[in-house]
């Protein structure tokens, strides 16, 4: 058996490795056409273009990969049954129900390459990739980056009540450009608005360069409610070179409103989730992704469970050409299942488990009753047609 489950895992292996590098290698081809009009505006060039495609690998890996395991899985599989591989190892005495838990054992390493992928290779590309673009073009993300048009905004309490925050653009190395931070009163009053033209990090404050600083005279509200003549200024404008004010906001909470929460590590995204949290903010799409996070090493289970009956069915049921191709129709209408779940789930309020477990939850339960109906079907119908044929 060990023989026979290091030919599967070989067989598994290259097929899987094949169609991964063609995969990754027709979106990188495609992401690359799609951006070469921008070669050429304000100095980026074609080596930037390629540099930022290749620092995008380990995230297209990372999407690509339960595809690229299913399609070359039943690929596999299906050559081996073309070469009635698998007809003989069913007549030494292995059972479809066992030849299954080899693929399975067989996806574990997968698995654990895609827990390096998830925790280390891909967010630390995807935070060089958009520190990349800072420095190259002045922007960092793409159309899903949470940027409005009047730029990122964060929230945050303080000693002396409640602090919004906004970045109007985002820096190389942490740094944050045309930052305006609003200090509010306990009862919600506007106290003092500072703005700066840049700003940078440290250990649990925010220091401020070329400040304005606007503070709110706390008479005013009841002189504008009562209508009546203040007898101070109502604001007062002052001007500073530097000022350093605490907050809880980091460097990586920025850059976590760029990456889409799929893209961050498990750690990451437990801070933001409970930055969130204590500043009363929506955290439902990254309390999802903590549980799609969870569940991706199990989807590869699911995609190896999937691509096992057909890459099982003799080939006078099917060529390969013809498994290959509904093996590509399956993962295609595996991601779209998925990401139908995430947008319906989240426009529901559905459980955030919820959302992330029923597309693979599915996709195992029909591969499951798919081989059983392979490996006991025969038998199944013989005995239903007994009764009938012993009573003629």
Known sequence: MK?????????????????LVALVGLFSFFAVVDDLDQVGRGGFRLYHLLFLELLALPTRIYDILPIGLLIGSILALAGLAQRHELVILRVSGVSGM??????????????????????????????????????????????????????????????????????????????????????????????????????NFATNELRLQDVTVTTVAPSIES??????RPTAPPVKVTKEAERTVPT??????LLARVLTPERMSFTDLLDYVGYLNKNHLVSDRQIVAIWRKLIYPFTLLAMITIAAP??????????????????????VAFFMLNQLSLNVGMLNRW???????????LGLALALLAMLGMEYGNLLRARWRQPAGGAA
Request: glycine share 10%; hydrophobic share 50%; no cysteine.
């Open 351 to 361: 459980p955030a488990w919820v959302t992330a477990v029923a597309p693979n939850a």
């Open 98 to 199: 066992r030849l299954l838990g080899m693929l399975w054992v067989i996806a574990v390493p997968v698995m654990v390459l895609a827990l390096i992928l998830a925790e280390w290779l891909t967010p630390v590309a995807e935070v060089k990739l958009n520190e990349t673009k800072l420095a190259i073009t002045g922007s960092a993300g793409g159309r899903t980056s949470g940027i409005l048009r009047s730029g990122y905004w964060f929230k945050e309490d303080t000693a002396s009540g409640e602090r919004i925050i906004n970045v109007g653009a985002l820096q190389a190395g942490g740094g944050a450009a045309n930052v305006t931070l609003y200090d509010f009163t306990p009862e919600r009053q506007l106290s003092t608005v500072i703005a700066a033209a840049t700003a």
């Open 223 to 228: 002189s504008l409610r009562e209508g009546a």
């Open 3 to 19: 023989t026979a489950r290091r030919y599967l895992a070989s067989e598994i292996y290259r097929s899987s490795a094949i169609v």
């Open 248 to 253: 809880t906001l980091t460097p990586e909470l």
């Open 310 to 331: 057909i890459g099982f069915m003799q080939t006078r049921r099917g060529g390969v050409g013809v498994k290959m191709f509904v093996g590509i129709l399956l993962g």
